[in-house]
């Protein structure tokens, strides 16, 4: 007897795709005996649909679907064929959606330019794009709990002219969140390097990491990573359950996958500030968090007093030395906990905390919940 077949439906020109791919057979392999088949043009799968004979040997379909293919995910339906979409458009009821937590990405974002000093924001994008929407409604968001001014937002109008006239008005230095690292693109094809430079009038971070057009770019571009491949073994298990489940089941399985991380590249590589003391001390203290120096030990390697050293960074970043290495340790706590499977204690250790405890405490007040809860929360609601 041959193995039930999954339909993979994606293109495979953006490596987002191509990683949710892996993900998704990854664990297909592991734990099925389904034979993959890759469909990538819709009007072949359209075609495939429309003879339920060619369906038959079908467990399920995994796809990147969009609003324009909503007729295929319905046909689907229709053939009691199960469908999980990993895109940012929502499909009709059901079917399983998996996705990148976009407004987590946007949050990401704001934290990782906040930490670095900037308190001028902008934003690339194009409104009508529901990814788009929800990186700008975190990045936003995170800038309002900050009590820090709004993102300056272009919704990509194509005229060049217009949007180098936005450019020119921003104020700067700027932290610049762009949709995805295409969009960045259309940044760097406009942008006046004689007259704005890139990072240190304007940073800029993507989304996606597509190494090609990332490190292809003009100003090679610093961009968030979602964790693609978890999206794609989430999809396959979704589907696993879908297929093995005693009914009854949801009518929908959504799951918004929280882990990202920053990939740094030149064209963030730079703080917004102009005290050259301040850059120092930021840089002096990144590079060993688990250890880091009083204040004293770090204004006598820096060779100013505590007091001086202790005004410029109050001036320039608006918080204590102490204020400001913790809230480095925490940022990169953060990034071990939703991207990795290290205990919290070892987490805590790495982090420069030699109480879990005071870690936890620290942990939850920052980001309103527990390194262990924030891990293990669900990531999942069943309509």
Same mark, same amino acid.
């Given at each position: 007897?041959?193995?039930?077949?999954?339909?993979?439906?994606?293109?495979?020109? &953006?490596?987002?795709?191509? #990683?949710?791919?892996?993900?998704?057979? &990854?664990?297909?392999?592991?734990?099925?005996?389904?034979? /993959?088949?890759?469909?990538?043009?819709?009007?072949?799968?359209?075609?495939?649909? $429309?003879?339920?004979?060619?369906?038959?040997?079908?467990?399920?379909?995994?796809?990147?679907?969009?609003?324009?293919?909503?007729?295929?995910?319905?046909?689907?339906?229709?053939?009691?064929?199960?469908?999980?979409?990993?895109? =940012?458009?929502?499909?009709?009821?059901?079917?399983?959606?998996?996705?990148?937590?976009?407004?987590?990405?946007?949050?990401?974002?704001?934290?990782?330019?906040?930490?670095?000093?900037?308190?001028?924001?902008?934003?690339?994008?194009?409104?009508?794009?529901?990814?788009?929407? @929800?990186?700008? &409604?975190?990045?936003?968001?995170?800038?309002?709990?900050?009590?820090? *001014?709004?993102?300056?937002?272009?919704?990509?109008?194509?005229?060049?002219?217009?949007?180098?006239?936005?450019?020119?008005?921003? /104020?700067?230095?700027?932290?610049?969140?762009?949709?995805?690292?295409?969009?960045?693109?259309?940044?760097?094809?406009?942008?006046?390097?004689?007259?704005? =430079?890139?990072?240190?009038?304007?940073?800029?971070?993507?989304?996606?990491?597509?190494?090609?057009?990332?490190?292809?770019?003009?100003?090679?571009?610093?961009?968030? $990573?979602?964790?693609?491949?978890?999206?794609?073994?989430?999809?396959?298990?979704?589907? +696993?359950?879908?297929?093995?489940?005693?009914?009854?089941?949801?009518?929908?399985?959504?799951?918004?996958? /929280?882990?990202?991380?920053?990939?740094?590249?030149? !064209?963030? +590589?730079?703080?917004?500030?102009?005290?050259?003391?301040?850059?120092?001390?930021?840089?002096?203290?990144?590079? +060993?968090?688990?250890?880091?120096? #009083?204040?004293?030990?770090? @204004?006598?390697?820096?060779?100013?007093? !505590?007091?001086?050293? =202790?005004?410029?960074?109050?001036?320039?970043?608006?918080?204590?030395?102490?204020?400001?290495?913790?809230?480095?340790?925490?940022?990169?706590?953060?990034?071990?906990?939703?991207?990795?499977?290290? /205990?919290?204690?070892?987490?805590?250790?790495?982090?420069?905390?030699?109480?879990?405890?005071?870690?936890?405490?620290?942990?939850? &007040?920052?980001?309103?919940?527990? *390194?262990?809860?924030?891990?293990?929360?669900?990531?999942? @609601?069943?309509?």
């Amino acid at each position: 007897m041959l193995p039930p077949k999954l339909i993979l439906h994606f293109e495979s020109r &953006e490596d987002w795709r191509r #990683s949710i791919a892996k993900g998704i057979l &990854e664990h297909v392999r592991k734990t099925t005996p389904w034979e /993959p088949v890759l469909i990538t043009e819709p009007n072949a799968l359209r075609e495939h649909l $429309r003879h339920a004979e060619d369906t038959r040997d079908w467990i399920g379909v995994i796809g990147a679907f969009f609003e324009n293919e909503r007729d295929c995910v319905l046909r689907c339906l229709d053939l009691q064929i199960p469908v999980v979409n990993v895109t =940012s458009w929502q499909p009709p009821a059901g079917a399983d959606w998996v996705h990148a937590d976009d407004h987590n990405i946007g949050e990401t974002a704001a934290r990782y330019f906040i930490d670095r000093g900037y308190r001028n924001f902008a934003y690339l994008g194009k409104g009508d794009w529901p990814t788009s929407s @929800s990186r700008l &409604e975190g990045f936003q968001a995170t800038l309002r709990a900050m009590a820090l *001014p709004p993102a300056r937002v272009y919704d990509r109008d194509e005229n060049p002219e217009t949007f180098r006239a936005w450019l020119e008005a921003l /104020p700067l230095p700027c932290a610049m969140m762009v949709c995805n690292d295409l969009h960045a693109q259309f940044l760097f094809t406009h942008i006046d390097l004689r007259t704005l =430079s890139i990072p240190d009038h304007l940073a800029v971070l993507g989304v996606d990491d597509d190494d090609l057009l990332c490190t292809l770019s003009k100003i090679p571009l610093s961009s968030i $990573r979602p964790d693609w491949e978890e999206v794609g073994r989430r999809a396959a298990m979704a589907l +696993d359950r879908r297929v093995s489940t005693v009914p009854p089941m949801p009518p929908q399985i959504l799951e918004m996958i /929280p882990a990202c991380k920053v990939v740094m590249r030149q !064209s963030t +590589d730079a703080f917004a500030m102009q005290d050259d003391l301040v850059k120092k001390t930021l840089a002096i203290l990144r590079s +060993d968090l688990r250890n880091p120096p #009083s204040v004293q030990h770090l @204004s006598r390697q820096l060779g100013v007093s !505590s007091r001086t050293l =202790s005004r410029h960074v109050r001036q320039t970043l608006g918080k204590s030395v102490k204020q400001v290495i913790l809230h480095a340790q925490l940022e990169q706590a953060y990034s071990l906990v939703v991207n990795g499977n290290l /205990p919290i204690g070892e987490i805590a250790w790495l982090c420069g905390f030699k109480k879990q405890s005071r870690f936890n405490a620290a942990f939850r &007040e920052r980001y309103k919940h527990t *390194p262990t809860r924030l891990r293990h929360r669900p990531d999942s @609601s069943q309509n």
